[in-house]
């Protein structure tokens, strides 16, 4: 059967999704990948439920009009707070990145003490903590939670190690360093720019990258042993705003050089009913 | 003549517009405010001007539709971006935050070095260097500016007064100080929570809350004296998101208890076409 040949949809609330789409890009090489970035509306971590499905929506119905055959939600806001509506209306694949990092966590504890970090709306949610307890099954874990939110701007004004990172860090994390915790999920696809911190700071701790995880559950839907190692994915980037943070970021986040991205509104698009 | 009944309009990309109304509530305490905190899209400050334009028009609709006597824009980032358009749609007046500031500044200096702090967005338009310079007239002034982008953030997780915020606002603040600064505009409505922090760093140095010098202006705009000093002004809240960080934080901003606001939509409204 010759593989289908319709790109892979995308999308986040601004930049950080660029981070999934490295690693997919890195799996996936013979792929097409079509990426939104929300960033007339970012961020999504400190907005409603209700808001963050209703732009959800309108990404989604944007990436359905470029004819894709599988979504991937790059966003952890929106994966914790719409991914249940998109996927009732949606009949390709949606993913999510918590699920995928769910489970590689509830994998990967040995002492059973998982932390999570992410937004206050990730974290306000508690879709990690049932995720994780679902994929542990039978065995016994205590999830330790954190919302983080001073980490986005952070990484986004680029002080990805400077003096006051690491004692905000510290803030953060002494609670869960105290529950000790052997693995923590890195809830938001920007933190995995502080992973040098933060492995400093957590020694002999697991950290996992909900973007790496969500790249390797695309390959396993999909359907795909080995692709060309030597291709270069292709990109097709488009963002709802010309902010100057995604032209300065853009590159950091992806890993490689990239394409100006193409402005376009979906403020006004729909998805079809629900099934 | 009796005066005019019809409410103020105050309009912000979130919640800091709300520490320009507590210092209009003070001063014209016979008024009625009709405040809008554009949450769903917030914040203004790292998106373009364009975006920011059409969002300031949507917002100003929306207060026109509430027959206000007055617009003042309480958004530093829309304030810089998109006050000349706002003006040649509208007949009534509208104030913004930097002009009364900028004037403010440019008489209070002694030795001519100003420092002005915001957002990037308010920043790079370099509005408040060229008020400045206008209301400076002859007199030579050196304008030192810089973007502070982590300010917002620690205010809205009320770090007012934490190592980190010190640490950080010592980074920010420290090219300004080596300047000789004798004053600082704080050209951000969510800075004022951070002015014990700053006072304590710049002693001698005078800080300039852009929302006290906009109500001032409102006051001379109306052609108000005196008003009931004990009466307290009516304020009807409206939100485009019900958010965690509106309902925490508002009555830190405005200084005084206030009603649950009401969510509305403001995506479809057109402000009339220019004048």
Redesign the interface.
């Known amino acids: 059967m010759s593989p289908d040949p319709r790109p892979i949809g995308v999308f986040d609330s601004g930049i950080g999704g660029l981070s999934v789409v490295k690693h997919c890009a890195r799996l996936l090489p013979d792929e097409r990948f079509v990426y939104l970035g929300d960033?007339?509306?970012?961020p999504y971590g400190?907005?409603?439920a209700?808001?963050v499905q209703s732009y959800s929506a309108q990404c989604a119905a944007f990436l359905l009009s470029h004819d894709v055959k599988m979504i991937i939600v790059a966003c952890n806001t929106a994966s914790a707070l719409a991914l249940d509506m998109l996927r009732s209306h949606v009949s390709i694949p949606v993913l999510g990145v918590i699920e995928p990092a769910a489970r590689k966590a509830a994998a990967a504890t040995a002492n059973g003490h998982i932390g999570v970090i992410g937004t206050?709306a990730t974290i306000?949610s508690d879709s990690y903590a049932r995720a994780i307890t679902r994929y542990a099954g039978e065995r016994r874990v205590d999830i330790h939670s954190r919302p983080c939110?001073?980490f986005?701007?952070?990484v986004?004004?680029g002080?990805l190690d400077?003096?006051?990172t690491r004692?905000?860090a510290e803030?953060y994390l002494r609670p869960l360093m105290s529950n000790g915790i052997d693995t923590l999920v890195l809830g938001c696809t920007h933190y995995p720019l502080l992973m040098p911190v933060l492995s400093d700071m957590l020694p002999g701790v697991q950290l996992i990258d909900c973007g790496l995880c969500a790249a390797d559950e695309a390959r396993s839907v999909l359907g795909v042993d080995q692709q060309s190692p030597t291709k270069a994915s292709q990109i097709d980037l488009y963002v709802t705003?010309?902010?100057?943070?995604f032209t300065m970021l853009a590159r950091q986040f992806l890993g490689m050089p990239l394409d100006e991205p193409v402005r376009v509104n979906v403020?006004h698009l729909q998805l079809p009913s629900a099934r």
């Open positions: 960033t007339a509306r970012v400190n907005k409603s209700e808001t206050r306000a939110p001073l986005v701007p952070l986004e004004e002080w400077s003096p006051a004692l905000i803030e705003d010309h902010t100057p943070a403020d």
